[in-house]
């Protein structure tokens, strides 16, 4: 299962955007580039997925580097609601999910 | 959009005991659904993807014996913890996805301890 590199917390002040990292090197040309957030006591939520192209959603945005060796997700304006832990993971076509240790967001008010 | 429905959110048990926990994809069929523990401050560990119609695929080192899965229709697929001691108390997190390439769809998980 290919890995994912991201920093283990980053915090971010309230209405600020945030740029979180993920180093993926070992992707392959295949693999998904998929973002999850999770809080507490609660099930992860989907945020955005991506293969080669920059997506945006309501939600947030991508940004896939031009070789697919790491990529950034954008939160454009960080709300107190934002703070979770974030997962960047690769996952081949149809296959299983593996998780990373993700990075924990911390936003100030 | 897509819900999975994850069900009991918590269960307090006596050690000895059987669990059953249930996945429910509420407004679209899974033929996989896909089962995770997770302990405090931890990741998620992927144990075992489940196939409507076929034997469960467990990940290594995860006991098949122990972690009954069942996945008996293309909405609902069971996680049974057989036999539970203190040691299986976790968090059991279910998903299930609408075909390959799309987002998983998370459960909210239920809390689970054994005493």
């Known amino acids: 299962d290919a890995k994912t590199t991201q920093p283990n917390s980053m915090e971010s002040n309230e209405e600020e955007p945030v740029h979180l990292p993920c180093n993926h090197s070992?992707?392959?040309?295949?693999?998904?580039i998929h973002w999850y957030r999770q809080l507490p006591s609660q099930g992860p939520e989907y945020v955005i997925h991506?293969?080669?192209s920059n997506v945006n959603n309501r939600m947030a945005s991508l940004a896939i580097a031009e070789d697919r060796k790491s990529s950034t997700l954008i939160l454009h304006r960080a709300t107190l609601r934002d703070a979770a832990v974030y997962y960047c993971?690769?996952?081949?076509?149809?296959?299983?999910?593996?998780f990373g240790t993700g990075t924990s967001l911390t936003v100030i008010p | 959009g897509a819900v999975v429905s994850q069900h009991p959110s918590r269960v307090i048990c006596k050690s000895g005991t059987s669990v059953k926990i249930e996945c429910r994809s509420l407004?679209?069929?899974?033929?996989?659904m896909f089962w995770y523990r997770q302990f405090p401050k931890k990741s998620l560990m992927l144990m075992a993807t489940s196939n409507e119609g076929s034997k469960a695929t467990y990940e290594q080192g995860v006991e098949k014996d122990k972690f009954l899965i069942n996945h008996a229709s293309l909405t609902l697929s069971t996680l049974t913890v057989t036999s539970a001691h203190p040691e299986d108390s976790s968090f059991y997190i279910c998903?299930?996805?609408?075909?390959?390439?799309?987002?998983?769809?998370f459960g909210d998980g239920t809390r689970l301890s054994i005493l």
């Open positions: 991506g293969l080669t």
């Open positions: 993971i690769l996952r081949p076509t149809g296959n299983q999910f593996y």
């Open positions: 998903s299930a996805d609408q075909g390959s390439n799309q987002p998983q769809h």
């Open positions: 070992t992707i392959s040309g295949t693999d998904y």
């Open positions: 407004d679209f069929q899974a033929t996989t």
